[in-house]
């Protein structure tokens, strides 16, 4: 069993009002933040890496992954909130809107997914990954909602204020057992 669980939030993507946020892609800055991001992640090794499936998750993984000489896995569980197909929202607008998550987690707020569903998802697909991992760290790189729920259900912190303070890309560093929150890494570009 490891003994520490590294969240990561993916590196920066290139906003498509054509596409839906789940399919955003890195552009160049998020690229050369994946790189960098590889080295402030070398410190957990011995490490296994896994990522949700949408692109600028997956890409970052794979990126850190090249640098570190890792395999990778996408895992379905580790996706971000389920979001439905939406215009680009200003800052004020999506702010607004993950308040709402994280005032209420028993009620949807965007698509069928509520808060609580969100996160008993994405604990289930932390709790598998962990139970397979047998060296020293289990790197999860996903997305900040989902970073931001699980953090605060294990932590005296609120997910709204630690949502809004972790940056692209980003990490939180637990202990493992017990979840308890050792560091937050704000801005790990």
Do not use: Y
Not at 6 to 18: G, N, R
Not at 98 to 121: K, M, Q, T
Not at 123 to 137: H, I, K, M
Not at 171 to 180: A, N, R, T, Y
């Amino acid at each position: 069993m490891p003994t520490a669980l590294v969240l990561v939030k993916h590196a920066l993507p290139v906003l498509d009002p054509t596409r839906p946020a789940r399919e955003w892609r890195l552009g160049a800055e998020g690229e050369l933040q994946s790189k960098r991001l590889a080295s402030r992640l070398r410190a957990f090794a011995p490490l296994r890496l896994v990522t949700s499936p949408e692109p600028k998750a997956s890409t970052t993984g794979e990126m850190v992954a090249a640098e570190l000489g890792l395999h990778v896995s996408p895992v379905e569980g580790l996706r971000e909130f389920d979001r439905p197909v939406l215009p680009l929202r200003s800052k004020a607008e999506h702010e607004r809107e993950n308040a709402a998550i994280f005032a209420d987690l028993n009620r949807p707020v965007l698509g069928v997914e509520s808060g609580r569903d969100a996160l008993d998802r994405f604990s289930a697909a932390v709790g598998a990954e962990l139970a397979q991992t047998v060296v020293q760290s289990l790197v999860v790189i996903t997305h900040g909602t989902v970073i931001s729920l699980f953090v605060a259900a294990h932590n005296p912190v609120d997910a709204f204020e630690l949502w809004r303070e972790l940056a692209c890309p980003s990490f939180v560093v637990l202990d493992v057992p017990s979840f308890s929150l050792r560091e937050v890494v704000a801005d790990a570009a």
